[in-house]
């Protein structure tokens, strides 16, 4: 019986003996011992890394766009955009991006990042509602891609369609379509849905929409106004909360309508729009006592006739050309009234800038009411009228209105709306002192739920009962780690030893800092009969505030605390993967100071045995230097080929490793491979054929080996 043999049976006998023995020297790298004792026996290394991953220094610029901050930014390796260049786009939201991060406040980003090497091609992806050029798709040259945003494609201050045309209005005759159901060719029919608006606000150009009321920063209450800090931080939290093409939070679109805590004057500033749509925008007021239960409870008055500011891309497609119609401007206020008597009959008499306490202050956007007008002030060429414009939507739950169309009893909206639920999102801009600044969007149609088609704030501060704080952006990437446990004798290579994914979630605040880290490692079935155990090398570039652990058992949901054991910064997660399998072990980095992505931690997870004398026999991936418990004397004997000297650690000859990393990729892609019994002992290369030539060319040829089973 060989030594490594007699060494795996007195694993269990020596487990104890190795946690009891643990050097407390700070550093976990293996140092090599003077002597001969590295000199490793005369191989000839394969020098290939067996990396899934590659460096990439990647350009994304979105500065041609007044962003106010900085804009997240998703990488795909394929276009997730559906429908692309239409009023109906969406992110295929099954298409997991590779890389995700924050630009500068500049609207830039300049780094060196960690891709999957397969990821060639690809679509920078924005959601950011200020940005219209949402894809931009590049390529990895020589290890560099750039996206910049396009100068011509950014309408920084949209005109008008034709200044000056048009006279002051507030004649409703020619929208129609704001209280009624209209027919597939565009004519009103005699279903009424609400009533007929309000309009005693004032007037507005016929030619544009944009409303004579609009406030005068040089003339009216400084109060009604954002100061240029309140306007960077509501756009920040806009942007946070909001993500073009992507479901919405149902935590925010949960809450019911603005409640003032207190008598107050109510101001609405337009922070911005995301559609093609040209539509209408009123406001209506109750109180618990008198609550309005149908549609034709609202009394309605006007605020924005044509909410359309120009930033959707023009002439993007043929059918989504609103022909230069801008009604508003991003900054835009108007003050709203409350009407006392406006329940009896519309009486408007009594009329007070006051809104008094407990006044719940509810909204309805009417779909392309102003683009229905059937003039040439209108939106162009749409089919399905009836199916489009039969769309209001309320801030109030069970008010807002989807017409059914085709045929009988079904609904072809794709995300029908049957109890009229509210189809805004509700939530806080904090600014730094602790005021609180209401931010409400709409979702204007059925097509998706991402909520960002108009966006818009309101004064005065701390008025209104507590809406929800924007929570962290969470973005995640994943991988697998797959090891062999024969090391250093010759294994069968098919990389099912141990098998772990590997998870790495980060929080973003609104700011684009990161706030928060954590690692999940969960193991997967395995069929060995040795037993090895689990463990960690924590790399930190800025110092956590706190590091907590925790760890979900099998057939568990809940996470419970766990103290695995430490030395320097590895931690050992359990010394029996075999009897912890489906385990997912956590590691939450919290900072104090938010940091830059720049400064992420990152794990070497690693299998190990322990020996007599404190020892360790371990495994990592090619290359990755052991830690100082390593028995080093395993380097160099049957199958391995490390030169510690070199810096090079774990290498064999030959076209196989004894562990590597797949990179964007979870556990649940192998269970009809590595993971399938079936498949035990047989090499990796029989159920990926592409590994071979993977392996041979150095990584250069069928970087996608192992997304394309056999």
């Not at 924005?304 to 401007?329: E, K, L, S």
């Amino acid at each position: 019986m060989n030594r490594f043999v007699k060494l795996a049976v007195k694993t269990c006998l020596c487990a104890c003996v190795f946690f009891v023995g643990i050097s407390c020297k700070n550093t976990d790298v293996y140092e090599a011992p003077s002597g001969d004792s590295d000199k490793p026996v005369e191989k000839v290394a394969n020098n290939f890394n067996f990396s899934t991953t590659r460096a990439v220094q990647l350009t994304v610029d979105y500065s041609a766009f007044k962003t106010y901050g900085p804009v997240f930014f998703s990488v795909y390796k394929e276009n997730p955009m559906v429908n692309e260049n239409t009023g109906d786009e969406y992110i295929d939201e099954s298409i997991e991006p590779v890389f995700e991060d924050y630009t500068d406040e500049k609207g830039k980003y300049d780094a060196t990042i960690v891709l999957p090497s397969y990821a060639q091609q690809l679509y920078v992806v924005t959601g950011n509602f200020l940005v219209s050029e949402k894809v931009i798709k590049t390529e990895v040259v020589n290890g560099v891609a750039k996206a910049v945003a396009s100068a011509a494609k950014a309408l920084t201050r949209s005109p008008y369609r034709i200044q000056g045309e048009g006279v002051s209005t507030n004649d409703l005759s020619t929208m129609y379509s704001l209280s009624y159901i209209v027919d597939a060719s565009g004519k009103k029919t005699d279903e009424q849905i609400y009533k007929e608006w309000y309009t005693p606000l004032g007037t507005w150009n016929s030619a544009s929409g944009r409303p004579d009321y609009l406030l005068d920063p040089a003339t009216a209450d400084p109060s009604l106004f954002f100061t240029d800090e309140e306007f960077a931080g509501l756009y920040a939290t806009a942007c946070a909360a909001l993500n073009s093409g992507t479901t919405c939070k149902e935590s925010y679109r949960s809450y019911a309508d603005l409640t003032l805590t207190q008598e107050s004057e109510v101001s609405i500033t337009v922070l911005g729009s995301s559609t093609c749509w040209l539509s209408s925008l009123g406001y209506y007021y109750y109180t618990d006592d008198n609550k309005p239960t149908t549609p034709m409870d609202l009394n309605v008055i006007m605020i924005f006739p044509n909410t359309q500011d120009g930033q959707w891309p023009r002439g993007a497609g043929a059918n989504n050309n609103y022909n230069g119609n801008i009604g508003v401007h991003r900054g835009d206020v108007v003050q709203l009234m409350y009407y006392p008597n406006i329940a009896n009959d519309g009486d408007l008499s009594g009329a007070t800038a006051k809104f008094p306490k407990g006044t719940k202050i509810g909204f309805l956007l009417k779909t392309n009411a102003w683009g229905m007008q059937g003039n040439d002030y209108t939106i162009i060429n749409f089919n399905d009228r009836n199916r489009k414009y039969n769309v209001w939507g309320s801030s109030t739950d069970g008010l807002s209105y989807c017409r059914p169309f085709g045929t009988p009893g079904q609904n072809p909206y794709q995300y029908p709306n049957p109890n009229a639920d509210s189809r805004t999102a509700k939530f806080n801009y904090v600014a730094p002192n602790g005021d609180k600044h209401a931010i409400i969007s709409f979702e204007d149609a059925c097509n998706d739920l991402d909520y960002d088609d108009l966006v818009f704030a309101l004064n005065p501060y701390s008025a209104f009962a507590e809406l929800p704080e924007v929570e962290d952006r969470k973005t995640t990437t994943v991988g697998v780690y797959a090891f062999e446990d024969l090391w250093p004798n010759r294994g069968d290579y098919d990389m099912n030893d141990a098998v772990v994914e590997a998870k790495n979630e980060v929080h973003f605040d609104t700011k684009g800092k990161v706030t928060k880290q954590v690692f999940y490692l969960t193991t997967y079935q395995n069929y060995v009969e040795l037993t090895s155990g689990l463990a960690l090398r924590l790399n930190t570039k800025a110092n956590p505030s706190s590091i907590v652990m925790k760890k979900i058992a099998p057939n568990q949901t809940e996470a419970a605390a766990a103290n695995f054991t430490k030395e320097g910064n590895v931690y050992y997660l359990t010394d029996d993967i075999k009897g912890e399998i489906g385990t997912t072990y956590i590691f939450e980095l919290s900072y104090s100071s938010a940091q830059q992505s720049s400064n992420l931690a990152s794990v070497q997870p690693f299998i190990y045995r322990a020996e007599a004398d404190g020892k360790l026999w371990e495994v990592h991936i090619p290359f990755e230097a052991p830690t100082a418990k390593m028995n080093t004397a395993y380097f160099g004997t049957q199958d391995d080929a490390s030169v510690p000297s070199e810096g090079k650690y774990f290498v064999r000859e030959g076209s196989y490793p004894f562990a590597f990393y797949l990179a964007g990729v979870k556990a649940e892609s192998f269970l009809n491979t590595i993971l399938q019994r079936s498949n035990e002992s047989k090499r990796i290369d029989s159920f990926y054929p592409g590994f071979i030539q993977w392996s041979a060319s150095n990584g250069e040829l069928n970087a996608d080996w192992y997304l394309n089973p056999r």
